[in-house]
């Protein structure tokens, strides 16, 4: 297949990453099917893409419901023919110190940044494998790589996404590619949802110095573009000036 025919899921696609990833991969003629909670949000989005000439759906997505990954990519099958990639971009990130307790926020971390990963992959494996191959790009963090105070939960997330990644790249056969992109601090919604005080705090020192998600958009893209016998494994991509 060429680029400009593939057709790409994308999930936690109504603000930030996804939403960049969206509008870059319409821009290079995929045909695009979004999935997020905030449905309002998706139908602008899709509406601004078709306006401009891009081919785009959308659907009510849950990535912690199996159901409802499975619904997702059954629609997107439907509405495009085969499903090329599956970008697995929806994550939570509410960040506290471990003596805070906050249990449900660790499952919170757990459902979204771990089990929607695998919901996708249990989802879309079957029918790449029965197309004859498909592509995963699963987001991570540069938190997969290492550990800071108050990130002990979510780094353990994007660390099992970063092993899941290359389990199944080990796995694939060669009809499956995998990609695992790990963003540095990057301008979107993701520290809204932090409630512990001093980890809201801290995180408004961190990024001060942020991505524009578009860049991390073109990193996906680049990814996507490579031919079918190249698979881009990892890529890690930071803001220049920072240490971190």
């Avoid at 139908?43 to 990535?63: C, H, P």
């Avoid at 002990?152 to 695992?180: H, M, N, P, W």
């Avoid at 520290?191 to 860049?215: C, F, G, N, Q």
Wanted: charged share 20%; aromatic share 4%; net charge negative.
């Amino acid at each position: 297949m060429t680029r400009a025919t593939k057709a790409v899921a994308i999930t936690g696609a109504s603000s930030g990453i996804g939403e960049a990833t969206a509008r870059r991969l319409a821009t290079d003629g995929h045909r695009i099917f979004l999935g997020a909670r905030r449905t309002d949000r998706l139908e602008r989005l899709v509406e601004e893409i078709t306006s401009e000439g891009g081919t785009a759906s959308f659907q009510k997505l849950d990535v912690t419901d199996a159901a409802s990954m499975r619904a997702f990519i059954d629609a997107a099958c439907s509405a495009y023919g085969r499903i090329d990639a599956v970008v697995s971009n929806a994550g939570v990130m509410p960040l506290s110190p471990l003596e805070a307790l906050k249990t449900d926020e660790w499952d919170r971390m757990i459902d979204v940044n771990v089990r929607g990963v695998l919901h996708a992959i249990a989802a879309a494996l079957p029918a790449m494998r029965a197309q004859g191959g498909g592509h995963f790009v699963n987001i991570a963090s540069v938190g997969a790589y290492e550990v800071s105070p108050t990130a002990a939960v979510y780094c353990a997330t994007k660390f099992a996404v970063r092993a899941i990644s290359e389990g199944l790249r080990q796995e694939s056969g060669g009809d499956i590619r995998v990609t695992l992109v790990s963003p540095g601090v990057t301008e979107s919604e993701l520290a809204d949802s932090i409630s512990d005080p001093e980890a809201r705090e801290a995180m408004k020192t961190y990024r001060a110095v942020a991505l524009p998600a578009s860049a991390v958009a073109d990193a996906i893209a680049y990814a996507l573009a490579q031919p079918s016998q190249v698979d881009l494994n990892e890529i890690v991509i930071r803001p220049a000036a920072s240490a971190q």
